[in-house]
């Protein structure tokens, strides 16, 4: 979760924000500097996502053949050990 999330954020840094991450003041300012980079260390913490959304695209994800496991409950988000395995590696398409 914590890669998937400093990923993104180098990719597409407001939908990340705004998808994946919860909308309070508390948690952006603990995740975001003044400038917009992201600070990694609060992301270990389950009470930064966005759980309903990170569950449903997990949930997705897993439906449509790309991860091996599907989404937990919200209430039970752990970004350090909820591992988001592709279903198929990356080496069978290249």
Known sequence: MVDLV??????????????????TDDVRRRLLSTDGRLRTDPLTEGAVYHSPTVFRLKTILYHAGIVTT??????????????WALREPLARFR
């Open 6 to 23: 400093e990923y993104c954020h180098g990719t597409h840094p407001t939908v990340t924000v705004e998808l994946l991450l919860r909308g």
């Open 70 to 83: 599907t989404g937990v409950e919200p209430s039970n988000l752990d970004p350090l050990t909820d591992e």
